[in-house]
Every structure is written in C-alpha cells, then in structure tokens.
C-alpha cells in the first residue's frame, strides 16, 4: 500500500468480522477478520464467488451494517452511524418511483439545506452530465434499465461524497449498456478522482475499472486472499483495453487466484444442496 | 375491445333489463301480469318519480345531506386511518400492544354501533358520519400501515444514505409509499363512507337518501323505494368517477397509470 505519509486512507476496514444470527440459534459468519484499506482517489475492484460477502463488506464500509468485531475508519475517524462521507450505488433499484428522474437527483441536495431552486438547477446539470437533460421530468417506470442507472448515478454524485460505494451497480444491465455505464462512470470519476469501492462479479469489468483488484475467498468466514494492482494507463476505454496484452496478463493472474475459490464456492453449494 | 361497442354492450344490458321488467309487469301473458306492480313497480313508474323527485327539487336537500355524511366520514376516517397507520407501523411496541383490539374492533359489525351512535350524536348528521368513519378508518388504517412496513429497504436505504433525517425520510419516502396503498382502497373507502351515511339515515334520521328509501319503505310504496335505489345508485357512479379522476392525477408515477403518455 502507497500511502502519501500522513494522508489517512478513504476507507479503512481493520480485523472486520460479520456474523448473522440463524434460525433456530447459533451463527453464519459471513466475513471474518479482514482489513482492506482504499486511499483517497483510488479505485478499488473487491471480487469474489457468489455469496462470498463481497455486499456486506461494502454494507460495513457504508455504516449500514454494524460488524460483529472490528471497525471502520473514513477519512482517519472513527466510523459510528451511517456514513456520511459516502455516497452509494445499490445493485437494485433505488430511485423513489413516485419522483420524476429531476426530482430524484434534486433531493439528495435537501439533507445538505440547498434551497429547492438551486437544488433542481444542479440536479439538472447533473442530468445532463449523465445524459439525460431530456428524460428530467419521467418518471423511474419510464426509463430503461441503463437511464434509471443513470439518474441514480447523478443522485449520488450532486452531494459530491469524498467516497464512492458501489454494489454490483451495472449487474443488471445488458453487456452494451455496461460498457457505456463504465465509460460514464470513469469519464466522471477523472474529474475528482473520489476513492471508489466496486463490488463486482465480472472480472472484467473489475480490472478495467479499477486502480487495484481484491479477491475475496469463498464464504463462510470469507476474507481477502490477494489484492493484485492494475498498471493500466489511464484514461481508459471499457471495451478497447479488453484487447491489450497487459490486460491479459493481469486477467490470468487474477483468475488463476479467483478460479479456486470460485470452485470452492460452487463445491460447498452442491455440498449444502445435497 | 373497442370502447364504443363495450359502452353499446353496456346500454344492452341495461335496455334488455328494463325491458323484461317492463313487459312482465305491464303486459298480460295468459291472461294476468306475472309480476304483480304493487310489489315490483314498473320501470316507467320509477323513471317518472325520479323526474318528479329532481323537477320538485325536494330531492337536492337529501343527495346534499347524504353527500356531506360521506365527504364527513371519508375525511375524517382517512386522516385518522393516516395518521395511526403511521403511529403504528412505526411503533413496534405500540402496534405489537394494540393489535389484538384493533382486530377485535374490526371484526366487529358496525351496524350494531349504529343506535349506540344515534344514541350520543343524536339524530343529525353526526351519527352518520360516526358510522362512516368506523367504516373508512379501517381501511384506511391497514392500507397507510401495510404501505408504510412494506417500503422497498432498498429505496429506504439508499435514502438514509443521501443522508436524510425522520422528517424527510417521512416526507419523501414513507408517505409517498402509504398514498399509493390508500388510493388502492380508495374506491372501497369512498364506498364504504356512503354506506355508512345511507345505512346511518335508514336506521334513524330525518333527511337523507336513505331517509327517503326508509320513508317509501314504511308506506309499501316500492316506486318511491326503486327511485331512491336508482338515484343512489346513479350518486355512487358519479363519486366514484370523480375518485378514480383524482387518483389518475396523483398517481401519475405509477406504473400501467400512464402508460398511454409514458412511451412517447
């Protein structure tokens, strides 16, 4: 880890560990003692197998979920609550659907005290960042699957948090539309350079995201198992870096590691179906 | 299918009705009328004393009267159904205590508090609306509270995350959510806020549709019976009209509510 001396990191999980109470007593461990650190400007890829509790790191990083032992520390502080500093990006929808897509994005500005004129004045700059300066006044149920990515994308962005929390984001979007989002999403994230989480499956997608890729093993008691640096030359393009041999090369390292802990995965699950 | 021959279907039933009413009360076949009109009236009776009921304009005062019990008891029910809806989905402890007596209180016929009602509010207006509000409140009560326990915990934690307090997660979250349920009983509530008003009147009062449905009753006069049914009847539709008007405008965000404008 490169750290400017004196510069506390983004993000900085030490010894987390999460267990959930099961029905009818006892508990599943879900993470057990991980650290993770992410600097400030640094983008950071966590993947992992299905159900490794890539999701519930990023819940703990986000104050959303309280770890069983071990804490959390943004931006050098102790982390109690929910966190304010970051700004996150559900896999699911999150947009209130009886707002339209300017609405959406303009009350994120209300808890911050913007008064309602200057809030929709930015949130439809903000739309226009994304795209949409022309789908303001429709509502969630009238946007396609990539548009509602994008207002969300623009809701979280107008509080311009320090931290960036993402879940999967694009999971449910087709392959063109996920290549578009992650241009978008990097094109804006070269302006301020915010330290991002990306909870991922693809790897891929995690390696031309990102700055560093983290493996995560293979639950239960899931923890961080190798942590693998991307010198790709920035900016970048989602699709075109696909093709270099330096891509490749980070590619076969990462799932030489990730590829044994996938099978473990699908092992214990045909093990827990049987 | 096309709106004009459902609309034409629609008058056919109705045309067909009428006239098998018409010609088993008027015309005699083999000899005697199969439907005796001092019991069944006739269709031309009721349409006449209808006429005469609105051309007299005696008939406003009770249609207004009825009209101001259901408005009355929607009201009020809607913003106490509202407002313990939202007590309660947000008090577990309050809602876990009361449960049993708000599922007792439910269960319980409300035609029987009707004389209870008469009892303390006295003959006017305000027993009705009682009646109605024991009516409306409960719907309205489980939908705001199933509405407010079911908000997506995604959307509630995304919007805690933008940081919002009690207030605005009440405002632009919570309270949304629970409209949508109401207005989904809304039709229901309405209903049963008329019913309230009409079944209030009929049991004691002295204005009211209901009144003049009891009134023709206690004198076997059946026109005056099926007049006050049908202009009851013709009273619902339009309230219901206007419900489902204000819904359309509310819940514009509504997936299927404005489809036909949303794909443009």
């Known amino acids: 880890m490169s750290l400017p001396p004196g510069d506390a990191p983004a993000v900085a999980l030490r010894g987390v560990s999460i267990s959930f109470a099961v029905d009818g007593g006892g508990a599943y461990d879900a993470v057990a003692r991980t650290d993770l650190s992410v600097a400030p400007g640094e983008f950071v890829a966590i993947v992992g197998p299905t159900g490794c509790g890539k999701s519930t790191l990023l819940n703990v990083a986000a104050g959303l979920l309280r770890p069983s032992t071990g804490g959390t520390e943004i931006l050098g502080a102790r982390l109690e609550g929910l966190n304010a500093r970051a700004g996150y990006l559900f896999q699911q929808d999150a947009l209130m659907p009886w707002k339209t897509a300017l609405d959406n994005v303009a009350v994120a500005l209300e808890p911050q005290g913007v008064a309602r004129a200057e809030a929709l004045d930015r949130a439809r700059a903000w739309l226009a960042r994304v795209g949409l300066e022309a789908f303001a006044a429709r509502y969630p149920h009238m946007l396609s699957g990539g548009q509602r990515k994008r207002v969300a994308l623009a809701q979280v962005l107008i509080r311009d948090p320090a931290i960036l929390l993402m879940d999967e984001p694009f999971g449910p979007l087709d392959a063109q539309t996920r290549q578009i989002m992650g241009n978008l999403l990097l094109d804006l994230w070269a302006r301020d350079r915010k330290a991002v989480m990306f909870v991922t499956h693809d790897l891929e997608e995690a390696i031309a995201l990102s700055d560093r890729v983290v493996v995560m093993s293979a639950g239960p008691a899931a923890s961080i198992v190798d942590d693998f640096r991307v010198d790709l030359a920035r900016p970048r393009d989602i699709a075109e870096i696909r093709t270099e041999p330096a891509f490749h090369e980070i590619h076969r390292a990462i799932w030489a590691k990730l590829r044994g802990e996938v099978r473990k995965a699908y092992a214990l699950g045909e093990g827990r179906a049987s | ?264």
């Open chain 2, 1 to 264: 299918m096309n709106r004009l021959v459902l609309l034409a279907l629609r008058i056919a039933v109705a045309l067909v009705l009428l006239a098998a009413w018409h010609v088993l009360t008027t015309v005699p076949i083999g000899g005697r009328k199969l439907l005796d009109p001092f019991f069944f009236s006739t269709p031309l009776d009721v349409l006449a004393r209808v006429w005469k009921d609105f051309a007299g304009g005696g008939i406003w005062r009770h249609l207004g009267i009825t009209l101001l019990e259901t408005v009355l008891a929607f009201t009020i029910g809607s913003v106490g159904g509202i407002v313990f809806g939202f007590v309660f989905a947000r008090g577990e402890l309050v809602a876990a205590v009361f449960d049993p007596y708000i599922k007792a209180a439910n269960a319980l016929p409300r035609v029987v508090l009707a004389p209870i009602f008469a009892l303390w509010f006295g003959l006017g207006i305000w027993s009705k609306v009682a009646l109605g509000f024991t009516l409306v409140f409960f719907i309205v009560f489980f939908n705001v509270y199933q509405g407010v326990r079911e908000v997506s915990p995604t959307i509630l934690a995304n919007a805690r995350m933008l940081g919002m307090n009690e207030r605005q997660l009440l405002r632009h979250v919570y309270w949304p959510a629970a409209l949508t349920w109401m207005f989904s009983s809304l039709h229901t509530a309405v209903g049963f806020a008329l019913v309230g008003a009409v079944v209030g009147e009929y049991l004691g009062s002295a204005a009211g549709l209901g009144y003049k449905i009891h009134e023709a009753e206690s004198v076997f006069d059946v026109t005056g019976v099926f007049a006050g049914m049908l202009i009851l009847a013709v009273f619902v539709i339009v309230i219901d009209s206007v419900v489902t008007a204000i819904e359309k405008r509310l819940l514009v965000w509504r997936p299927g509510q404005a489809s036909t404008t949303a794909q443009g």
